[in-house]
Protein backbone atom coordinates (compact mmCIF):
# COMPACT_ATOMS: atom_id res chain seq x y z
CA UNK A 1 0.00 0.00 0.00
CA UNK A 2 2.99 2.67 1.09
CA UNK A 3 4.52 1.84 -2.87
CA UNK A 4 0.73 3.54 -4.51
CA UNK A 5 1.52 6.74 -2.38
CA UNK A 6 3.64 7.92 -5.30
CA UNK A 7 1.06 7.15 -7.84
CA UNK A 8 -1.43 8.80 -5.65
CA UNK A 9 0.51 11.79 -5.14
CA UNK A 10 1.64 12.22 -8.69
CA UNK A 11 -1.94 12.01 -9.31
CA UNK A 12 -3.28 14.82 -6.92
CA UNK A 13 -0.36 16.71 -8.62
CA UNK A 14 -1.95 16.48 -12.01
CA UNK A 15 -5.06 17.63 -10.79
CA UNK A 16 -3.49 20.92 -8.69
CA UNK A 17 -2.04 21.96 -12.24
CA UNK A 18 -4.67 21.12 -13.94
CA UNK A 19 -6.41 23.83 -11.68
CA UNK A 20 -3.54 26.38 -12.06
CA UNK A 21 -4.16 25.98 -15.89
CA UNK A 22 -7.40 26.88 -15.71
CA UNK A 23 -6.67 30.02 -14.14
CA UNK A 24 -3.56 30.89 -15.60
CA UNK A 25 -4.95 30.41 -19.35
CA UNK A 26 -8.15 32.47 -19.37
CA UNK A 27 -8.75 34.15 -22.61
CA UNK A 28 -8.44 37.96 -23.07
CA UNK A 29 -12.05 38.28 -23.72
CA UNK A 30 -13.10 36.65 -20.12
CA UNK A 31 -10.19 38.90 -18.78
CA UNK A 32 -12.12 42.09 -19.87
CA UNK A 33 -15.67 40.55 -18.82
CA UNK A 34 -13.93 40.85 -15.19
CA UNK A 35 -12.37 43.98 -15.75
CA UNK A 36 -15.78 45.24 -16.70
CA UNK A 37 -17.28 43.72 -13.59
CA UNK A 38 -15.36 45.47 -11.60
CA UNK A 39 -16.09 48.23 -13.31
CA UNK A 40 -19.24 48.03 -12.72
CA UNK A 41 -19.30 47.84 -9.15
CA UNK A 42 -16.66 50.12 -8.48
CA UNK A 43 -18.15 53.00 -10.51
CA UNK A 44 -22.32 51.81 -10.11
CA UNK A 45 -23.48 55.44 -9.27
CA UNK A 46 -21.70 56.77 -12.67
CA UNK A 47 -23.43 53.30 -15.36
CA UNK A 48 -26.74 54.52 -12.88
CA UNK A 49 -26.53 58.08 -13.62
CA UNK A 50 -26.09 57.78 -17.18
CA UNK A 51 -28.71 55.11 -17.46
CA UNK A 52 -26.13 52.43 -18.99
CA UNK A 53 -27.20 49.35 -16.84
CA UNK A 54 -28.51 47.58 -20.51
CA UNK A 55 -25.65 48.36 -22.51
CA UNK A 56 -22.76 47.20 -19.57
CA UNK A 57 -24.81 43.92 -19.23
CA UNK A 58 -25.14 43.68 -22.75
CA UNK A 59 -21.36 44.51 -22.82
CA UNK A 60 -20.41 41.51 -20.13
CA UNK A 61 -22.62 38.98 -22.19
CA UNK A 62 -20.72 39.27 -25.43
CA UNK A 63 -17.44 39.28 -23.43
CA UNK A 64 -18.04 35.88 -22.07
CA UNK A 65 -19.89 34.81 -25.19
CA UNK A 66 -16.81 35.30 -27.34
CA UNK A 67 -14.50 33.24 -24.55
CA UNK A 68 -16.43 30.67 -25.05
CA UNK A 69 -14.66 28.62 -27.96
CA UNK A 70 -10.75 29.57 -25.90
CA UNK A 71 -12.62 27.94 -22.76
CA UNK A 72 -13.89 24.89 -24.68
CA UNK A 73 -10.74 24.07 -25.82
CA UNK A 74 -8.95 24.75 -22.55
CA UNK A 75 -11.63 22.97 -20.50
CA UNK A 76 -11.29 19.68 -22.92
CA UNK A 77 -7.90 19.33 -22.23
CA UNK A 78 -8.07 19.84 -18.56
CA UNK A 79 -11.03 17.26 -18.43
CA UNK A 80 -8.77 14.84 -20.66
CA UNK A 81 -6.04 15.35 -17.65
CA UNK A 82 -8.40 15.33 -15.36
CA UNK A 83 -9.67 12.00 -16.22
CA UNK A 84 -5.93 10.53 -16.78
CA UNK A 85 -5.24 11.48 -12.98
CA UNK A 86 -8.67 9.53 -11.77
CA UNK A 87 -7.13 6.92 -13.55
CA UNK A 88 -4.23 6.64 -12.05
CA UNK A 89 -6.17 7.07 -8.30
CA UNK A 90 -8.16 4.02 -9.72
CA UNK A 91 -5.58 1.97 -10.76
CA UNK A 92 -3.81 2.48 -7.50
CA UNK A 93 -6.96 1.04 -6.25
CA UNK A 94 -7.38 -1.97 -8.57
CA UNK A 95 -3.82 -2.47 -7.73
CA UNK A 96 -4.22 -2.65 -4.34
CA UNK A 97 -7.24 -4.76 -4.45
CA UNK A 98 -4.90 -7.10 -6.45
CA UNK A 99 -2.24 -7.76 -3.86
CA UNK A 100 -5.06 -8.18 -1.56
CA UNK A 101 -6.16 -10.83 -3.19
CA UNK A 102 -2.68 -12.40 -3.17
CA UNK A 103 -2.31 -11.76 0.93
CA UNK A 104 -5.88 -13.47 1.25
CA UNK A 105 -4.89 -16.56 -0.64
CA UNK A 106 -1.12 -16.86 0.55
CA UNK A 107 -1.00 -15.44 4.10
CA UNK A 108 -4.68 -15.85 5.22
CA UNK A 109 -5.80 -12.81 5.61
CA UNK A 110 -9.28 -12.84 5.62
CA UNK A 111 -11.11 -10.88 3.56
CA UNK A 112 -13.63 -8.56 5.41
CA UNK A 113 -9.94 -7.76 7.11
CA UNK A 114 -8.52 -6.91 3.82
CA UNK A 115 -11.41 -4.83 2.47
CA UNK A 116 -11.70 -3.00 5.71
CA UNK A 117 -8.28 -2.14 5.78
CA UNK A 118 -7.94 -1.48 2.42
CA UNK A 119 -11.15 0.83 1.48
CA UNK A 120 -10.51 2.18 4.62
CA UNK A 121 -7.39 3.72 4.01
CA UNK A 122 -8.21 4.95 0.60
CA UNK A 123 -11.74 6.43 0.91
CA UNK A 124 -10.69 7.88 4.24
CA UNK A 125 -7.79 9.38 2.97
CA UNK A 126 -9.90 10.83 -0.37
CA UNK A 127 -12.70 12.02 1.98
CA UNK A 128 -10.95 13.90 4.42
CA UNK A 129 -8.47 15.62 1.87
CA UNK A 130 -11.33 16.84 0.33
CA UNK A 131 -13.76 17.78 3.26
CA UNK A 132 -10.71 19.37 4.85
CA UNK A 133 -9.27 21.51 2.40
CA UNK A 134 -13.01 23.64 2.54
CA UNK A 135 -13.46 23.52 6.37
CA UNK A 136 -12.08 26.60 6.46
CA UNK A 137 -14.58 28.81 4.20
CA UNK A 138 -18.09 26.67 5.83
CA UNK A 139 -18.70 29.74 8.13
CA UNK A 140 -17.76 32.39 5.52
CA UNK A 141 -19.71 30.30 3.13
CA UNK A 142 -22.55 30.28 4.92
CA UNK A 143 -22.65 34.38 6.08
CA UNK A 144 -22.07 35.15 2.24
CA UNK A 145 -24.94 33.11 1.32
CA UNK A 146 -27.18 35.22 3.93
CA UNK A 147 -25.94 38.50 2.80
CA UNK A 148 -27.07 37.37 -0.64
CA UNK A 149 -30.04 35.95 -0.60
CA UNK A 150 -30.51 39.20 1.81
CA UNK A 151 -29.82 41.35 -1.08
CA UNK A 152 -31.78 39.32 -3.22
CA UNK A 153 -35.15 39.34 -1.16
CA UNK A 154 -34.74 43.51 -0.84
CA UNK A 155 -36.52 45.94 -2.52
CA UNK A 156 -35.60 49.15 -3.92
CA UNK A 157 -37.73 51.96 -3.87
CA UNK A 158 -35.58 53.62 -6.62
CA UNK A 159 -35.74 50.89 -9.27
CA UNK A 160 -34.50 52.05 -12.49
CA UNK A 161 -35.43 48.61 -14.08
CA UNK A 162 -38.98 49.66 -13.16
CA UNK A 163 -41.49 51.44 -16.39
CA UNK A 164 -43.37 52.56 -13.45
CA UNK A 165 -43.46 56.42 -13.44
CA UNK A 166 -44.25 59.34 -15.65
CA UNK A 167 -41.89 60.20 -18.59
CA UNK A 168 -42.33 61.89 -21.53
CA UNK A 169 -45.96 63.48 -21.41
CA UNK A 170 -44.48 65.75 -18.43
CA UNK A 171 -43.03 67.89 -21.58
CA UNK A 172 -45.67 66.89 -24.11
CA UNK A 173 -45.50 65.16 -27.22
CA UNK A 174 -42.48 66.90 -29.21
CA UNK A 175 -40.15 66.87 -26.73
CA UNK A 176 -37.35 65.00 -28.87
CA UNK A 177 -37.57 68.05 -31.53
CA UNK A 178 -35.47 70.57 -29.11
CA UNK A 179 -35.40 69.43 -25.05
CA UNK A 180 -36.92 71.65 -22.68
CA UNK A 181 -34.75 72.74 -19.82
CA UNK A 182 -36.48 72.16 -16.35
CA UNK A 183 -37.71 74.39 -13.40
CA UNK A 184 -36.82 72.91 -10.04
CA UNK A 185 -38.71 73.47 -7.13
CA UNK A 186 -37.22 72.51 -3.40
CA UNK A 187 -40.28 72.58 -0.51
CA UNK A 188 -39.32 72.29 2.74
CA UNK A 189 -37.07 69.31 1.63
CA UNK A 190 -35.64 67.19 4.39
CA UNK A 191 -33.13 64.65 4.07
CA UNK A 192 -30.92 61.89 6.69
CA UNK A 193 -29.22 59.34 4.50
CA UNK A 194 -30.35 55.57 5.45
CA UNK A 195 -27.29 54.81 7.01
CA UNK A 196 -26.76 57.50 9.30
CA UNK A 197 -30.30 58.06 10.63
CA UNK A 198 -29.62 60.59 13.56
CA UNK A 199 -27.70 62.92 11.13
CA UNK A 200 -30.04 65.61 9.76
CA UNK A 201 -28.38 66.96 6.20
CA UNK A 202 -31.15 69.07 5.05
CA UNK A 203 -33.16 71.13 7.20
CA UNK A 204 -36.28 72.31 5.43
CA UNK A 205 -34.43 73.38 2.44
CA UNK A 206 -36.32 75.42 -0.25
CA UNK A 207 -35.38 77.18 -3.76
CA UNK A 208 -36.57 77.64 -6.97
CA UNK A 209 -34.43 77.64 -10.23
CA UNK A 210 -35.90 78.86 -13.42
CA UNK A 211 -35.76 76.73 -16.55
CA UNK A 212 -32.88 77.80 -18.35
CA UNK A 213 -30.74 79.46 -15.56
CA UNK A 214 -27.24 78.64 -14.57
CA UNK A 215 -27.26 78.49 -10.93
CA UNK A 216 -24.18 78.34 -8.47
CA UNK A 217 -24.34 76.14 -4.79
CA UNK A 218 -21.93 77.32 -2.62
CA UNK A 219 -21.55 77.33 1.22
CA UNK A 220 -19.17 75.74 3.64
CA UNK A 221 -18.30 72.13 3.51
CA UNK A 222 -20.85 69.47 4.83
CA UNK A 223 -23.54 72.14 4.65
CA UNK A 224 -25.80 69.58 2.24
CA UNK A 225 -24.69 70.62 -1.18
CA UNK A 226 -23.72 67.56 -2.69
CA UNK A 227 -26.53 66.13 -1.24
CA UNK A 228 -29.26 68.45 -3.57
CA UNK A 229 -27.38 66.50 -6.54
CA UNK A 230 -27.52 63.21 -5.28
CA UNK A 231 -31.50 63.91 -4.78
CA UNK A 232 -31.93 65.47 -8.67
CA UNK A 233 -30.02 62.41 -9.67
CA UNK A 234 -32.70 59.66 -7.87
CA UNK A 235 -30.29 57.87 -5.88
CA UNK A 236 -32.30 58.63 -2.82
CA UNK A 237 -35.74 60.41 -2.22
CA UNK A 238 -35.95 62.68 0.49
CA UNK A 239 -37.57 62.08 4.32
CA UNK A 240 -39.43 65.16 4.44
CA UNK A 241 -40.83 67.84 1.66
CA UNK A 242 -41.06 67.69 -2.31
CA UNK A 243 -38.83 67.94 -5.37
CA UNK A 244 -41.11 69.98 -8.17
CA UNK A 245 -39.92 69.43 -11.59
CA UNK A 246 -41.94 72.14 -14.17
CA UNK A 247 -43.36 72.78 -16.67
CA UNK A 248 -45.79 70.20 -15.59
CA UNK A 249 -45.50 70.67 -11.41
CA UNK A 250 -44.93 67.05 -11.07
CA UNK A 251 -42.74 65.66 -8.34
CA UNK A 252 -39.53 64.08 -9.02
CA UNK A 253 -40.63 61.17 -6.98
CA UNK A 254 -43.50 60.17 -9.59
CA UNK A 255 -40.86 60.33 -12.34
CA UNK A 256 -39.10 57.53 -14.07
CA UNK A 257 -36.19 56.80 -12.84
CA UNK A 258 -34.56 55.56 -15.97
CA UNK A 259 -35.70 58.37 -17.94
CA UNK A 260 -34.97 61.17 -15.63
CA UNK A 261 -31.73 60.17 -15.52
CA UNK A 262 -31.29 60.09 -19.53
CA UNK A 263 -31.94 63.82 -19.08
CA UNK A 264 -29.79 64.62 -16.27
CA UNK A 265 -25.92 65.93 -17.48
CA UNK A 266 -23.37 65.34 -15.11
CA UNK A 267 -19.86 66.07 -14.33
CA UNK A 268 -18.27 65.11 -11.24
CA UNK A 269 -15.31 66.46 -9.16
CA UNK A 270 -13.57 63.75 -10.15
CA UNK A 271 -14.18 61.72 -13.67
CA UNK A 272 -15.16 57.91 -14.03
CA UNK A 273 -13.53 56.71 -17.30
CA UNK A 274 -13.42 53.12 -18.50
CA UNK A 275 -11.44 51.30 -19.29
CA UNK A 276 -12.41 51.14 -22.90
CA UNK A 277 -11.33 53.32 -25.72
CA UNK A 278 -11.37 57.02 -26.08
CA UNK A 279 -14.49 56.96 -28.69
CA UNK A 280 -16.25 54.18 -26.28
CA UNK A 281 -15.74 56.56 -22.66
CA UNK A 282 -17.48 59.71 -24.91
CA UNK A 283 -20.52 58.02 -26.25
CA UNK A 284 -20.89 55.85 -22.50
CA UNK A 285 -24.66 55.93 -22.12
CA UNK A 286 -25.58 58.32 -25.03
CA UNK A 287 -28.34 58.42 -27.57
CA UNK A 288 -27.33 57.17 -31.36
CA UNK A 289 -25.87 59.89 -32.33
CA UNK A 290 -23.68 60.11 -35.54
CA UNK A 291 -19.81 60.84 -35.95
CA UNK A 292 -19.77 63.81 -37.12
CA UNK A 293 -21.77 65.46 -34.64
CA UNK A 294 -19.96 63.96 -31.86
CA UNK A 295 -16.63 64.93 -33.33
CA UNK A 296 -18.52 68.58 -33.09
CA UNK A 297 -19.53 68.12 -29.56
CA UNK A 298 -15.94 67.12 -28.51
CA UNK A 299 -14.44 70.00 -30.02
CA UNK A 300 -16.81 72.22 -27.71
CA UNK A 301 -15.32 70.39 -25.20
CA UNK A 302 -12.49 71.21 -25.81
CA UNK A 303 -11.09 67.89 -26.97
CA UNK A 304 -9.05 68.94 -29.84
CA UNK A 305 -5.42 69.09 -28.68
CA UNK A 306 -5.31 65.16 -27.62
CA UNK A 307 -8.51 63.61 -29.26
CA UNK A 308 -7.42 61.98 -32.75
CA UNK A 309 -3.70 63.04 -32.45
CA UNK A 310 -2.22 62.68 -29.15
CA UNK A 311 -4.76 59.72 -28.31
CA UNK A 312 -6.52 58.02 -31.24
CA UNK A 313 -9.93 57.35 -31.15
CA UNK A 314 -9.72 53.52 -31.12
CA UNK A 315 -7.04 53.97 -28.28
CA UNK A 316 -7.84 52.00 -25.25
CA UNK A 317 -7.48 54.65 -22.01
CA UNK A 318 -6.52 51.48 -19.34
CA UNK A 319 -8.34 51.14 -16.06
CA UNK A 320 -10.01 54.35 -14.94
CA UNK A 321 -8.90 56.11 -17.81
CA UNK A 322 -5.44 56.16 -16.26
CA UNK A 323 -3.69 56.89 -19.82
CA UNK A 324 -5.32 60.53 -19.75
CA UNK A 325 -4.49 63.32 -17.44
CA UNK A 326 -6.71 65.03 -15.07
CA UNK A 327 -7.52 67.63 -17.41
CA UNK A 328 -7.92 65.21 -20.47
CA UNK A 329 -10.16 63.49 -18.03
CA UNK A 330 -11.98 66.04 -17.18
CA UNK A 331 -13.11 66.82 -20.96
CA UNK A 332 -14.17 64.20 -21.83
CA UNK A 333 -16.50 63.73 -19.18
CA UNK A 334 -18.10 67.38 -20.23
CA UNK A 335 -18.29 65.75 -23.96
CA UNK A 336 -20.06 62.71 -22.23
CA UNK A 337 -22.48 64.90 -20.91
CA UNK A 338 -23.15 67.26 -23.45
CA UNK A 339 -23.80 64.05 -25.53
CA UNK A 340 -26.84 63.30 -23.87
CA UNK A 341 -28.69 66.61 -24.80
CA UNK A 342 -29.15 67.26 -21.03
CA UNK A 343 -32.21 69.13 -19.69
CA UNK A 344 -30.38 69.52 -16.56
CA UNK A 345 -26.95 69.86 -16.08
CA UNK A 346 -24.60 69.43 -12.90
CA UNK A 347 -21.40 70.02 -12.39
CA UNK A 348 -19.59 69.03 -9.08
CA UNK A 349 -16.57 71.14 -8.52
CA UNK A 350 -15.54 70.26 -11.85
CA UNK A 351 -12.01 72.28 -11.99
CA UNK A 352 -11.02 72.15 -7.84
CA UNK A 353 -8.41 69.37 -8.47
CA UNK A 354 -6.61 70.83 -11.60
CA UNK A 355 -3.52 72.54 -12.15
CA UNK A 356 -4.22 76.23 -13.19
CA UNK A 357 -3.41 75.63 -16.78
CA UNK A 358 -5.54 72.82 -17.26
CA UNK A 359 -8.60 74.37 -15.04
CA UNK A 360 -8.39 77.26 -17.42
CA UNK A 361 -9.16 75.08 -20.83
CA UNK A 362 -11.98 73.14 -18.53
CA UNK A 363 -13.33 76.46 -16.97
CA UNK A 364 -13.48 76.96 -21.31
CA UNK A 365 -15.54 73.82 -21.70
CA UNK A 366 -18.01 74.64 -19.30
CA UNK A 367 -19.15 77.40 -20.15
CA UNK A 368 -19.74 75.87 -23.23
CA UNK A 369 -21.99 73.59 -21.48
CA UNK A 370 -23.52 76.33 -19.99
CA UNK A 371 -24.57 78.65 -23.08
CA UNK A 372 -27.56 77.92 -25.52
CA UNK A 373 -27.23 74.73 -27.57
CA UNK A 374 -28.61 74.49 -31.19
CA UNK A 375 -31.43 71.95 -32.09
CA UNK A 376 -30.27 70.37 -35.47
CA UNK A 377 -34.39 69.57 -36.04
CA UNK A 378 -36.02 73.24 -36.16
CA UNK A 379 -33.41 75.61 -34.87
CA UNK A 380 -34.33 76.55 -31.54
CA UNK A 381 -32.45 77.39 -29.06
CA UNK A 382 -32.42 75.24 -25.60
CA UNK A 383 -30.54 76.32 -23.31
CA UNK A 384 -30.17 73.36 -19.87
CA UNK A 385 -30.70 74.31 -16.65
CA UNK A 386 -27.79 74.46 -14.97
CA UNK A 387 -26.08 73.83 -11.20
CA UNK A 388 -22.54 74.23 -10.46
CA UNK A 389 -21.24 73.26 -7.39
CA UNK A 390 -18.38 75.72 -6.80
CA UNK A 391 -15.62 76.09 -3.64
CA UNK A 392 -13.37 78.50 -6.32
CA UNK A 393 -16.00 81.41 -6.00
CA UNK A 394 -14.08 83.03 -9.04
CA UNK A 395 -15.65 80.58 -11.39
CA UNK A 396 -19.24 81.63 -10.57
CA UNK A 397 -19.17 85.19 -10.66
CA UNK A 398 -21.26 85.11 -13.72
CA UNK A 399 -24.11 82.96 -12.84
CA UNK A 400 -27.79 83.81 -13.09
CA UNK A 401 -28.28 83.22 -9.54
CA UNK A 402 -26.72 81.71 -6.26
CA UNK A 403 -27.73 79.92 -3.54
CA UNK A 404 -25.29 80.02 -0.47
CA UNK A 405 -26.81 76.22 1.64
CA UNK A 406 -25.18 76.23 5.30
CA UNK A 407 -26.42 73.83 7.59
CA UNK A 408 -28.97 72.38 5.49
CA UNK A 409 -30.50 75.41 4.94
CA UNK A 410 -30.44 78.35 2.40
CA UNK A 411 -29.77 81.37 3.85
CA UNK A 412 -28.84 83.78 0.74
CA UNK A 413 -29.41 84.08 -2.65
CA UNK A 414 -28.86 86.27 -5.27
CA UNK A 415 -26.58 87.15 -7.97
CA UNK A 416 -23.08 87.70 -7.17
CA UNK A 417 -22.94 91.60 -6.73
CA UNK A 418 -25.95 91.60 -4.70
CA UNK A 419 -24.42 88.98 -1.69
CA UNK A 420 -21.17 90.86 -1.84
CA UNK A 421 -23.59 94.12 -1.26
CA UNK A 422 -24.98 92.01 1.76
CA UNK A 423 -21.51 91.53 3.26
CA UNK A 424 -22.80 87.85 4.74
CA UNK A 425 -21.99 84.41 4.88
CA UNK A 426 -21.45 84.77 0.96
CA UNK A 427 -19.29 87.90 1.41
CA UNK A 428 -17.06 86.01 3.69
CA UNK A 429 -16.61 83.19 1.36
CA UNK A 430 -15.52 85.21 -1.20
CA UNK A 431 -13.25 87.19 1.09
CA UNK A 432 -11.47 84.65 2.34
CA UNK A 433 -11.35 82.59 -1.05
CA UNK A 434 -9.51 86.07 -2.52
CA UNK A 435 -7.11 86.10 0.21
Known sequence: MLAMLPLMAGAGGIQMAVSIGLDKNKSA????????????????????????????????????????????????WAALWYGISQGILFFSVALGFWYGSKLVQDEGLTFDKMIQSLMGVFLSALAAGQALAFVGDINEAKAAAHDIFELLDSESSINPSSDVGRKYSVWGPHVTAAPAPVNITFKNVQFTYPHRPGAQILSGLSFEIEAGKTVALVGPSGGGKSTVFALLQRFYDPTGGEILVEPAQAQLED?????????????????????????????????????????????????????????????????????????????VAIARALMRHPRLLMLDEATSALDSASEAVVQKAIDELTTARQSSTDGTAAKPTTLIIAHRL?????????????????????THSELLAKEGVYYDLYQKGSS
Open 255 to 331: MNVAWWRSQVGFVAQEPVLFDLTLEENVRYGAPPIDRPEMLSICARAGMNDFAGNKVAWDAGLGPRGGLLSGGQKQR
Open 29 to 76: DSLAANQVASDTVQNIKTICALVSEQWTRNLFQDLLQRSVPHQARTSS
Open 394 to 414: STITNADLILVIAGGRLVEQG
